[in-house]
């Protein structure tokens, strides 16, 4: 395979690994793994899923799911506050037949969407116990038990359950930290499942975000985990100690354009709109865009230590190594880099280049043909 | 204009006046506006240069030389530093007979193209005066009468002048800071062309930021300017003093999907995959992702105080405002945005709605088409 410029590479065997294993986990905790496809946005991607026998995927917009439901996914959650002006696109998905699940984040929404839909729809709704970013707020009794009212009485809407995403385990300093979050929030969402039952309505728990689903091994009560980034895995997930490094299953090969002595630096062909801005912060303070590894026959090697991305603008990225590996390197040279939030480099990559040379699509490639 | 999901609206009109001014700019200044493509990466907008005269333009990649010499665009420079694995691509541009320049910016290159390419090429010696991302570094005398000489005696490369691109300054605290950087930098050029006429090689000296190139009033030996973000300019720019608020002729239309009372925020169908992650820091330390405004008939208001994003994920944007303002919107609102960066967020939204509601494209939102 001949690599000259940004390339996102996608070891299909580490992805359909880390499949096998949060299925496993799923399994072992006897809840549904729902996977969530915003992070691979791929329909080639999405047939790892569907030869294990997956049926129900989670989306973060209608845009994702209208792509999906092209795929053949009959069972779309699209996994983001509901958005009203979307309706012509929703009627569309069930109207050709999609089983779509909507969220509820919001009070005013039962009311705005009367009248709207031309089918029903099925309906979580999304709680914020303690995140911060959307839902509603946990302990919020009345909002909920009235929304569960207009939602039981909507001839369109047929309630599911409660959903909630506890992003905190992405910031937990330590996976006992990830299994304390997600302890606090099952037992908030047992306690809404309660306030339903009391209500007539029966519900079911769904819980998404990978350090969680990854690590957390008591599950009871919790019917559905729909994780999304575990699929590829990144830095960020490595450094929680989430994943090992041979987990992450994309590396973004970038040609070597520039070496300076004097700088002690090289520049590669790879910057934001390759890799996106998310970084971490090391010790000293300098951040981290990426960390390399060297491209070999069938794959990449383990992390080459002090070889990192310091900064980045639009297309140059700035990469820092030790005097060891400076000799090693030359202009012309492609070395890949583990990306920080893989997420938002596979939306800026548009593809993927499997290790056999194919190239898989990503939504946003194909979005406007 | 409907507008259910996020949109990169753009008012041409102020664009225009941005093109306008520029040319001005370089009509009082006495240098030639080479105009740098990578914010817009747009055939349309492309198209409001091409009608004010300019003819010769610069891009960040051979992917969008590539894009642009489809667009009948002739003379194209590609500033980055030049990637010899992608020679059959520059063959074929040459090939169809675009007049190529390329940067030279490692002291490797002119070996590496040894028998590489098929026809002449224009080269500019990229020079790092102080910015330390790429380039020869300044006072490396005996680098530079090197790669004078390599290219001199080359078949294939002609030389054209020097290049620097005095990145500096878009973290200048005052604007004094930036004429005083670009000073600096002018005299290093000047030096660097007296060297080559002593090797009796004619230079024109090239520089390029949007900072300096608006900032600067005297440009006395520097031949020709090459900005790029001042097409549509953004906050980054807005804050640094060197446009207006009002010269900003991009906003992101966002719909509100939430609303907490509890948290006094609202949340926003507008993230990372469609702002970028690159933020300002504002005096308390918050993050800015961006400064709302309220979408009219024909534009956007000025910039609605106390009403900025502090957060963003994939697909949330976390909107704070003052409690005068919370009153004012409603989960259904479709709100603007003024970008932090606006080239980064050009590139994910990959396409433009123009005021009067055409959809103008962007290269990567066409490129697998």
């Given at each position: 395979m001949k690599i000259t410029r940004p390339t996102l590479l996608l070891d299909v065997a580490k992805a359909e690994l880390n499949v096998d294993k949060m299925l496993d986990k799923a399994k072992k905790t006897q809840s549904r793994l729902v996977p969530h496809f915003k992070t691979h946005q791929s329909k080639q991607v999405g047939e790892l899923f569907r030869k294990k026998g997956i049926e129900a995927i989670s989306v973060s917009s209608v845009k994702m799911a209208t792509y999906f439901a092209k795929q053949g996914w009959k069972d779309i959650t699209i996994?983001?506050?509901?958005?009203?002006?979307?309706r012509d696109e929703v009627n569309a998905l069930t109207g050709v037949g999609v089983d779509l699940t909507i969220l509820i984040s919001d009070r005013s929404t039962p009311a705005l969407l009367k009248g709207l839909l031309e089918d029903s729809v099925s309906v979580l709704i999304e709680i914020?116990?303690?995140?911060?970013?959307?839902?509603?707020?946990?302990?919020d009794n009345e909002a909920i038990t009235d929304l569960l009212q207009e939602i039981k009485e909507h001839s369109h809407l047929q309630f599911k359950g409660f959903y909630a995403h506890p992003g905190d385990t992405y910031h937990a300093d330590e996976t006992s930290e990830i299994n304390a979050l997600w302890s606090d929030v099952r037992n908030v969402m047992l306690g809404l499942k309660q306030q339903a039952k009391q209500m007539g309505l029966s519900a079911l728990i769904r819980m998404g975000d990978t350090p969680g689903c990854t690590m957390v091994e008591d599950m009871k009560g919790i019917d559905e985990i729909s994780p999304g980034?575990?699929?590829?895995?990144?830095l960020v997930m490595n450094y929680l100690g989430v994943c090992s490094e041979d987990e992450i299953a994309v590396a973004l090969a970038c040609p070597i354009v520039a070496k300076s002595e004097a700088h002690r630096q090289f520049v590669i062909h790879g910057g934001a709109v390759h890799f996106s801005k998310d970084h971490l912060i090391d010790g000293s303070g300098e951040k981290n865009f990426g960390e390399m590894v060297i491209l070999e026959e069938g794959g990449w090697s383990t992390i080459i230590p002090e070889?990192?991305?310091t900064a980045l603008s639009q297309e140059h990225g700035i990469l820092k190594v030790s005097d060891e590996v400076f000799d090693t390197l030359e202009v012309g040279d492609v070395v890949g880099f583990l990306p920080i939030h893989s997420c938002l480099t596979a939306n800026l990559m548009k593809s993927y280049t499997t290790l056999q040379g194919e190239v898989w699509e990503h939504l946003e490639g194909t979005s406007t043909c």
């Open positions: 996994a983001f506050p509901f958005n009203s002006l979307e914020d116990a303690g995140y911060g970013r959307s839902g509603i707020v946990h302990d980034n575990f699929i590829f895995y990144d070889a990192r991305l």
